[in-house]
């Protein structure tokens, strides 16, 4: 059974940083894509980043370019989303995902996480 276990989320000032972690088990992410998905009130959920199994190969919503980094650790079986100069229009469920392949489409993503909360103050 594959298992997504996010954490690090948690309350913010805006201006500040948080570092996300997904824990896979079940499952050995070094041969897929991951990707982290958010989901503000009211909206639906979109893309933030992915990174493919070649960890150089990282993509990012206009949104988040330059303030977030995705990154994975393979033999932790782990990838992470650090986010730094936080907004409040960054605040939302944060969810990471796996997928065989590197699109940004929720429907090509195969197993997700139940997701952690990002609240960001202004």
């Known amino acids: 059974q594959v298992q997504l276990v996010e954490s690090g989320g948690g309350l913010v000032p805006a201006g500040g940083s948080l570092r996300l972690s997904c824990e896979t088990s079940g499952r050995y992410i070094a041969s897929y894509a991951m990707g982290w998905f958010r989901q503000s009130p009211g909206k639906e959920r979109e893309f933030v980043a992915l990174?493919?199994?070649?960890?150089?190969?990282?993509q990012y919503a206009d949104s988040v370019k330059g303030r977030f980094t995705i990154s994975r650790d393979n033999p932790k079986n782990k990838v992470y989303l650090q986010m730094n100069s936080l907004k409040a229009e960054d605040t939302g469920r944060y969810y990471c995902?796996?997928?065989?392949?590197?699109?940004?489409?929720?429907?090509?993503?195969?197993?997700w996480g139940s997701g952690t909360q990002v609240t960001v103050l202004s």
């Open positions: 990174i493919s199994w070649a960890p150089e190969d990282t």
């Open positions: 995902a796996l997928s065989r392949y590197t699109r940004r489409g929720e429907s090509t993503f195969d197993f």
